[in-house]
């Protein structure tokens, strides 16, 4: 028997999702090569890169959700990747016949196509589909593809019309002025209020910029998040900013470019789109790996309508047209930086950033660079690719630690178009050492109590915290009275925790590295990033892993992190947990953490000086 979803083991049942992360680097691989040959195919005599070429050298294949990679946006790709490794597993083991009990129609017809390919017989015992509640998110997914297209459109439109009222800033234009293009999250509300522009994403490189007479010129994405949660809000904050525009620099939405002409434009390209996607409507045969028995078509076909006919492509359009006339109206810029993940805005912008000839354009790696966090990786023939509509790429990418330093050479990132730099997001980390040594020993001269201060670290996908939130529940319920939980959520995302009655838990929206050494463990849903700073600071981690999706986990691979399927077993390793024994700070494996920044400064005065 062959477990799907799961990575409990036992006599006679294997777990797919355990031979993934058993063979990952293999099944990567396979992957990104997939992708890579998807790309690259011919149909109708052209490669499928330049069919996506509507006019000016930007190919929409760099911007659809398959080039994009993310298991956060497309969690199918989850799905993919098991059936690499179910294929694997049925040509090792040649067994007999295949049954499939499951409600998953577009698996099912995966693994049809699969075992014909190996003659193996199939059958599937289909069982019913959990009715899903009707809300404006279910009856939006169930429209065609281009009527969602429309209605991404029609919300853009007047959801992001309020940011016009905020007048376009006069940009700094000489040659010590420095291109920022960010998210406009993990800001601290104190600070923003007073006038005084802080993101814990660039951390102290603004000030360094400001003490080295370098002006900065900000282009600001807006998202809604528990400190910021609406666009008035936002706009009064921008305004603060700019009223002391040399010290706090510049700053205006994306959005403030939205006009009736960029909506038009908009409109248009998703109409061309629309029209290269139904003469590429036989791309289906194109989504069988090379040398594998597998379609991918049937897990894979609803990310591609919706990049190429549906939201996706919608929303890609406002990018491109959107960064078109934002950086075709600043001045020349000699350099820009911009947080890097690789998606398909970033892309873009990168093109937009060259077209309209600014100088050299530096991604940041502002968070880490997990095994399975596919956008940051890339199949190899990528980098050495000397075709047209090649994928758009930073200059150099700035690297904030030894670790990620290490997955990108491993992965085959030229070594030249790496720069080493410390990490802005977690820089303080590294004073909090002393500190949380000094309580600890503390606690451990007055006796520990085995009672435990608990931090429940949150995602921001719905799903995964909705599993996460239901497993600490039953764990809950498992451990002696006295523990004490506390819920710090993810920015991005809140939570209702009235839906979970059995979870008693207080909530903060402090900063993590403000409080994460007041207690004594934390637990953390699988795929967010706050885990690493109670781990580099030497508070134990214990992370959620379910065969329902990737280990995102940035502390996969860490000998010393427990990961917990069960509430059974969640709740052993808190009963276990002994936070005084054996504390002390791993910061240095995983990043660069001078408090000086020499790195950056080192940075700073090699770009933008021609």
Not at 404 to 428: C, H, N, Q, S
Not at 524 to 550: K, Q, R, W, Y
């Amino acid at each position: 028997m062959l477990c799907w979803s799961t990575f409990h083991e036992r006599l006679g049942v294997t777990s797919v999702p355990r031979h993934v992360e058993d063979h990952a680097d293999r099944l990567r691989s396979k992957y990104l090569a997939f992708i890579y040959d998807l790309g690259e195919s011919e149909l109708n005599g052209r490669r499928i890169v330049d069919h996506l070429n509507l006019g000016d050298g930007l190919s929409w294949w760099w911007l659809t959700l398959l080039a994009e990679k993310s298991p956060l946006k497309s969690p199918r790709i989850y799905c993919c990747i098991r059936l690499f490794a179910l294929e694997e597993m049925l040509v090792e083991r040649k067994p007999s016949d295949l049954q499939l009990v499951s409600a998953d129609s577009q698996l099912a017809d995966a693994m049809r196509t699969l075992c014909d390919n190996l003659n193996i017989p199939f059958a599937w015992r289909r069982e019913p589909k959990r009715k899903e509640r009707l809300s404006v998110r279910a009856i939006f997914h169930s429209l065609p593809y281009p009527m969602q297209g429309m209605a991404v459109l029609a919300r853009h439109f007047l959801e992001r019309w309020a940011f016009r009222r905020i007048a376009k800033p006069s940009w700094f234009s000489d040659a010590n002025s420095v291109f920022m293009c960010s998210y406009f999250l993990h800001l601290d509300r104190s600070a923003c209020e007073a006038g005084h522009f802080y993101s814990r994403q660039w951390g102290r490189l603004p000030e360094l910029l400001h003490r080295a007479g370098r002006r900065t010129n900000w282009l600001q994405h807006f998202m809604r998040s528990p400190i910021v949660a609406d666009s008035r809000t936002a706009v009064d904050w921008v305004r603060r900013f700019n009223r002391a525009a040399d010290a706090e620099g510049n700053h205006a939405f994306l959005d403030t470019y939205l006009s009736l002409a960029v909506v038009i434009r908009a409109f248009t390209d998703w109409l061309r789109l629309n029209v290269v996607a139904w003469r590429l409507r036989r791309i289906r045969s194109m989504f069988r790996p090379k040398g594998s028995a597998l379609s991918l078509w049937p897990i894979l076909r609803s990310d591609w309508w919706a990049s190429v006919r549906g939201s996706i492509a919608a929303t890609n359009c406002f990018w491109i047209e959107l960064f078109d006339a934002a950086l075709r109206s600043i001045p020349r810029q000699s350099a820009g930086f911009y947080l890097c993940e690789n998606q398909g805005w970033e892309r873009a912008m990168l093109h937009a950033w060259r077209k309209h000839g600014h100088g050299e354009i530096i991604g940041v790696q502002h968070a880490t660079a997990p095994f399975w966090h596919l956008y940051y990786f890339d199949d190899p023939r990528n980098w050495s690719s000397m075709e047209t509509c090649r994928m758009p790429m930073p200059d150099r990418v700035a690297v904030n630690g030894p670790d990620a330093w290490k997955a990108f050479l491993t992965a085959g990132y030229p070594v030249d178009e790496l720069v080493k730099a410390e990490a802005l997001r977690y820089i303080d980390l590294a004073t909090h050492d002393a500190a949380l040594l000094e309580n600890a020993a503390a606690k451990a001269a007055n006796g520990a109590a085995s009672d435990l201060n608990v931090l429940i670290l949150g995602d921001m996908i719905p799903s995964t915290m909705d599993r996460f939130l239901t497993l600490v529940e039953d764990a809950c319920e498992l451990l002696p009275s006295g523990h004490s939980f506390t819920f710090k959520p993810h920015p991005g995302y809140h939570v209702e925790l009235s839906a979970y009655l059995r979870l008693r838990v207080h909530e903060t929206t402090e900063p993590l590295d403000r409080i994460v050494g007041d207690y004594d463990i934390i637990i953390a849903a699988n795929s967010t990033s706050a885990a690493v700073e109670a781990f580099v600071v030497g508070v134990p981690a214990i992370i959620m892993l379910d065969g329902l999706g990737l280990n995102l986990s940035p502390l996969r691979g860490k000998p010393d992190v427990e990961f917990v399927s069960t509430p059974e077993q969640l709740a052993g390793a808190l009963a276990r947990a002994k936070p005084l024994e054996g504390l002390f700070p791993k910061h240095q494996e995983m990043f660069y953490l001078d408090a000086a920044l020499p790195r950056w400064r080192q940075l700073l005065a090699s770009v933008g000086r021609s």
